[in-house]
């Protein structure tokens, strides 16, 4: 069975530039996050989507981060203009409904941002 | 809100000696817990989870207990080897998994031969 995949896996960019990151979860889980892992921290929720539709986005910062999941599959998080403090590793992950799932989430093996 | 509370790493061990890595959580209602481990180079991927007061977790060699008195999730392993050094995060989930996980900050375990 195939896993999260993400791209890229490393990105540098200038401060103010923008970038995006791509998944494409495990096959027919419906729910998909992005968490943000700054070195050093835990993951951090940034946004949770159920198919096509966001369940919680309160820890996004909407002035500069975007996130969409067109069709239910894929997923794009876009920032613009990035930040220093944006610099950590960005996780994808994809899970079957918490009642089926038992909260087991699947992860990628992330995308490194770098901002100068 | 939920926090999880993890103790400090790095922890250096010889290898064939007992760990023990300490997560105390604080949430509503009754959340289930976990342990993730990122090995070197490889993503985040499930250790062990229990989803219910007293229930023990198990996986490769590890265990957790539940402990909802003392709102802990206390990782051990009888003998670690080399292959165990990784970096482990403890995490809860509650609100029905509306809320995503919640996780540690980490705990980077190094086993020395």
């Known amino acids: 069975e195939a896993g999260v995949a993400q791209s890229p896996r490393y990105k540098i960019i200038e401060k103010r530039q923008s970038v995006a990151f791509w998944c494409n979860p495990i096959?027919?889980?419906?729910?998909l996050y992005w968490y943000q892992q700054i070195l050093g921290q835990g993951p951090k929720l940034l946004i949770q989507?159920?198919?096509?539709?966001?369940?919680?986005d309160s820890q996004l910062p909407k002035d500069r981060f975007s996130a969409e999941r067109l069709k239910g599959v894929d997923s794009t998080l876009k920032i613009q203009p990035a930040k220093l403090e944006d610099s950590a590793v960005y996780l994808c992950?994809?899970?079957?409904?918490?009642?089926?799932?038992?909260?087991?989430?699947?992860f990628g093996e992330g995308s490194r941002l770098t901002v100068l | 809100g939920n926090s999880v509370t993890q103790m400090e790493g790095p922890v250096t061990l010889s290898e064939e000696a007992f760990l023990t890595i300490n997560c105390t959580y604080t949430?509503?209602?009754?959340?289930?817990l976990f342990w993730y481990v990122q090995y070197p180079g490889e993503g985040l991927q499930l250790l062990l989870k229990a989803t219910k007061a007293d229930d023990k977790g198990s996986n490769k060699g590890f265990e957790a207990t539940y402990r909802k008195e003392t709102t802990s999730f206390h990782l051990e392993k009888g003998s670690v080897q080399v292959s165990d050094s990784a970096v482990y995060f403890c995490a809860l989930m509650s609100g029905g998994g509306a809320d995503g996980l919640t996780f540690g900050k980490g705990t980077h375990l190094i086993i020395q031969p």
């Open positions: 989507f159920q198919n096509n539709g966001v369940v919680d």
């Open positions: 992950a994809s899970s079957l409904p918490f009642r089926r799932g038992a909260g087991e989430l699947f």
């Open positions: 949430a509503t209602g009754y959340p289930s």
């Open positions: 096959s027919g889980h419906a729910t």
